[in-house]
């Protein structure tokens, strides 16, 4: 499923190139760990990978880095009660994004969310009750959830515990950004933090 739905970029060609320095100076792996590595390339949301085959990925030991350090929620048991991806129709991400709410004052405020990729063949995956539920706990620590249908056509969905109705509320999108650069994404989620420390203190 991760194969299909995700996207990648060929960002920066030496991102790769950092990442295994950084990974081999750190202990985690060997220089030999990353011989003939392809690099990132590519591949728009939602369409197959060129390597995926019905057995698995046709050039595994040799996947990409974007490959290699992307993980999801579900294989890191982050998931609630939601089934395996392949079966679910959708996919967890481990890295988080954020939207940027406009209030009536004009006040712009970066809130954190959790980013759902929905399988193409299954667009109503999503409204399962599994992922609702862990949603609604999610909310609760101020993080809404964006399902993404491929890299433009989203809903945003602000659970019951972070709107004063108490309800569910979802927000259709035909032309959301790109998703952003991971320095961007940092920046961004550093903002949320910092104002969830503020409103702490």
Same mark, same amino acid.
């Given at each position: 499923m991760c194969c299909r739905v995700?996207?990648?970029?060929?960002?920066?060609?030496?991102?790769?190139?950092?990442?295994?320095?950084?990974?081999?100076?750190?202990?985690?792996?060997?220089?030999?760990?990353?011989?003939?590595?392809?690099?990132?390339?590519?591949?728009?949301?939602?369409?197959?990978?060129?390597?995926?085959?019905?057995?698995?990925?046709?050039?595994?030991?040799?996947?990409?880095?974007?490959?290699?350090?992307?993980?999801? *929620?579900w294989l890191v048991d982050e998931a609630g009660d939601t089934s395996r991806p392949d079966r679910a129709g959708y996919v967890?991400?481990?890295?988080?994004?954020?939207i940027t709410v406009v209030g009536e004052d004009g006040e712009r405020t970066n809130v954190e969310v959790i980013q759902i990729w929905v399988d193409p063949k299954r667009p109503d995956?999503?409204?399962?009750?599994?992922?609702?539920?862990?949603?609604? *706990?999610?909310?609760?620590?101020?993080k809404a959830a964006l399902i993404r249908f491929n890299s433009s056509d989203a809903v945003t969905l602000l659970p019951p515990s972070m709107s004063a109705d108490r309800r569910w509320h979802?927000?259709?999108?035909?032309?959301? *950004?790109?998703?952003?650069?991971?320095?961007? *994404?940092?920046?961004?989620?550093?903002?949320c933090y910092r104002g969830k420390l503020e409103g702490t203190s």
């Amino acid at each position: 499923m991760c194969c299909r739905v995700l996207p990648m970029k060929r960002d920066d060609p030496q991102r790769g190139f950092k990442i295994a320095a950084g990974m081999i100076k750190a202990g985690l792996a060997r220089p030999s760990d990353f011989d003939g590595v392809l690099p990132d390339f590519d591949k728009p949301a939602g369409e197959r990978c060129q390597h995926q085959r019905h057995d698995g990925c046709q050039v595994y030991a040799l996947r990409p880095m974007g490959c290699r350090y992307w993980n999801c *929620r579900w294989l890191v048991d982050e998931a609630g009660d939601t089934s395996r991806p392949d079966r679910a129709g959708y996919v967890i991400d481990v890295m988080p994004d954020l939207i940027t709410v406009v209030g009536e004052d004009g006040e712009r405020t970066n809130v954190e969310v959790i980013q759902i990729w929905v399988d193409p063949k299954r667009p109503d995956a999503w409204r399962d009750n599994a992922l609702f539920d862990y949603l609604e *706990r999610r909310g609760s620590e101020g993080k809404a959830a964006l399902i993404r249908f491929n890299s433009s056509d989203a809903v945003t969905l602000l659970p019951p515990s972070m709107s004063a109705d108490r309800r569910w509320h979802e927000i259709a999108h035909d032309s959301v *950004r790109p998703e952003r650069t991971a320095e961007e *994404r940092f920046e961004g989620l550093a903002q949320c933090y910092r104002g969830k420390l503020e409103g702490t203190s």
